[in-house]
Each structure stands twice: as C-alpha cells, then as structure tokens.
C-alpha cells in the first residue's frame, strides 16, 4: 500500500513484475493489494488490465475497481462493474437453487427457477429446466406452463412451443387463464395468426392480458387497423388498458402510417386513462415521427422528453434519419448512442448507411477509418436453429449470447420485447 502513490509507483510496478515473476498473481490477496494501489496512483488503465486478468474476485476487487474508476471522474465505468458485479451474485444465487433442485422434487422449486430465467432472457435454459423438471418426477402445473410457454415466445421456436402447447392439453391445463394466454402469445411471437384467434376466449371472457396480446399480434402481423379496433372493444367492455397495450398501439400507428391517430392516443394514454409515459412509449412517438418524415418534430420532441433519453430513442432517431437521408442530425443521433456504448459497431453501421444513401461517400469512408482507429469491428449477422433435444453444451450456450448480443441490431429499434 506504501507505493499507492505516483512517487512509489514504479517500484510498485517492480513489485508487480516479481510476482508474476514467482507466480502469485493467482493469489486474490495480492492481486487485490496491486489492483487498489493501480487505483490509488491514478492509473485506472493497469487496474483494469489486472482486474481482467485476476482468476478470481471478491468483493475488495469489485469495490477497488470502481473506486478507481470514481477517482478517474468516470462514474459510467464505475456503474458498469456495479452491474457486473450484481449479476455475478444474481448467478451465485442460481447457481445455489440449481443445487438444491437436483435434490428436490418440489414444483415450487422448479418453477421459480423457470421464471426466473424466462424473466431475466434465459429462455433456452428456462427449457431445458422444464425438461429437467420432467426427468426429476416433480409434478408439472400451470406456473410450469406459463413461464415455459413465455420462454417460447421470447425465443420465437414454434415447434417447442407447439409440444409444451400439446403437453398443457394433455395434462388438462389448458383451460387455466394464464397458460392460455401463453400458447396465445407463444403464436403470436411466431407469426401464427389463426392459432391466436382459435385460443382467443370471448371478448366478455378476456383478460387484459388477452387483449394485449391480440393487440401486439396484429401490430406484429401488419393488421393496423384491427389493432385499434381491438383497443376501442377492449375499452367499451370496461377493461382498463395498461403501459403494454400503448406500446403495442403505438406501434401499429408508427408502422400503419397512422402519426396523427398515434400521436392522439399518446395524449389520451395519460390524461383519459391515467397511464404514465415510459420510456418505450417515447421511443414508439420517436419513431411514428421520423418514419413520416417528421425529423424536426422529432428532435424537439426528444429535448422536450421528461425523462433523459435512452440509447434507444437516439437510435429510433439514427433509423428514421437513414430513411429520409439526414445526415447531420443522423451525425447527433450517432453521437449520443456513443455516449452509452462507444464501441457499439450498429451506431456506426447506421450512420454510415445515411451517408451512403445520401451520396455523401467521404463521410462513410470516415465513418470506416473512425471505426478502424477505435477497433471497433462490424459484426457479422447470426443465424441459428435449436430444439429441445439438443445436448451440445457449448452451441446451448452460445445460441443465447448471440441473440442477444445481436437482437438490437438486427431488428428495428422500436420492437421491444413486452409482457404483462
């Protein structure tokens, strides 16, 4: 700790260099001692460089990174490694229900740990659990149907969807309110339209999760109009809507053309029906907007915005702005993206595909080397297919950080997944 100062450092780099040296740079003690004096000294770069490196953390190792990183003025960083390190107690915490599963038979068990994983993006494994709560004996109920079912959905899978879909029917489960409304929404996600209307119960007989689900399915499946005529039924008959229903509205209006409709019931959302803008709601505006061509309504729209906007709205913007070849507002919408992921490559791809489109050929040749000075690399596209049976570890694993590693890039910035 005496060379945690710019005077000692280098023999604290001396030190650094004997420990590698006797190979005790696997020692959590020492690597903690070098990570707090890298940090104390001002030289956040070295510390990261070792935090990576470090075979194992603890909580000092979490704490000095980030103090290192509030230190150096830069409080992004530090609340990254704060998530980081959230997560990695989120998995500490499974990994420790994982344990005590494999010896229980209890479906509560097992059905919290679906959930949880269909909650938090881990789809696939939320299957594989299903399966595995099969194996083990333990008895399957509509939770087990529902959170499955979601996983299916989130996933897009129709096949595995149709077999839980079979299962539910032959256990008698079908009939329960929500594990209806997730072989509806299963369907829906998938693009199978008459399914969803065969599961459909009677408006007097729907909930509202039913409605919003018919609501999204038809946004989804480029039914503009019956969307909204789905919303005003859902309203006569008393059910009150919610966030979720606005998103899916919203969304119908922007892709149907529908701006002054869309812009109308963002304007009833509060002030009839009580229901706060979120930030997607924003975005949804943002896009109705800049798909017309409404750029300048757009941009003022978002400075007039309550609530800071998110990476998303720039990017709805950066979207809308390649549509219509604005290449300087699409220059501030890049920029702001950047400002929450600097190597985020689709920022830099969208950008350059408004300059391409303008014709402005310099400007995508600078885009190019800016990309190639900062080594930010463009990814390729993902393809991948999966079933319930496959047992290669490695491809299970990697199917899921590829989708959604690439999910926002591949598809338009106003889709967002919504449940409820």
Known sequence: ?????????????????????????????????????????????????????????????????MAGYVLDGKFLNALKVLVQMLKRLHAQILNSLLKARLLSKDPVTWNIMIAAN????????????????????????????????????????????????????????????YVTNGIMDMYGKCAEMDDVLKMLPEPNMRSRLSWNILISTFARYGLFDKAREAFHEMVKLGI??????????????????LVEEGLAYFSLMTRQFGVPAHIEHYVCIIDLLGRSGRLFEAENFIKEMPVPPNEFVWRSLLAACRIHGNVELGRKAAENILQFNPSDDSAYVLFSNVCANSGKWDHVEYVREH??????????????????????????????????????????????????
């Open 1 to 65: 700790m005496v060379c945690g100062s710019m005077d000692n450092l280098k023999w604290g780099q001396g030190i650094h260099g004997l420990v590698v040296k006797l190979g005790l740079d696997s020692n959590i003690c020492i690597c903690n001692t070098l990570l707090t004096m890298y940090s104390n000294a001002g030289r956040p770069k070295e510390a990261e460089e070792l935090f990576q490196e470090m075979p194992e953390r603890d909580l000092i190792s979490w704490n000095s990174i």
């Open 118 to 177: 269909t909650h938090h993006g881990d789809g696939e494994e939320a299957i594989k659990l299903f399966m595995e709560m099969q194996r083990a004996g333990a008895d399957l109920d509509q939770f087990s149907f529902s959170s499955s079912l979601a996983a299916t959905a989130n996933l897009a899978i129709l096949d595995e969807g149709k077999q839980l879909h079979c299962q539910a029917i032959k256990l008698g489960f079908d009939s329960y309110l």
């Open 240 to 257: 009150k809507p919610d966030h979720v229903t606005f998103v899916s509205l919203l969304s119908a209006c922007s892709h149907g053309g």
């Open 371 to 420: 990309m190639q000075s900062y080594r930010v690399k463009k990814q390729p596209a993902f393809n991948t297919t999966f079933t319930l049976h496959d047992t290669d570890e490695d491809r299970r694993n990697s199917v899921f950080e590829t989708i959604v590693e690439r999910l926002a890039l591949e598809m338009e910035p106003w889709i967002f997944y919504h449940s409820g």
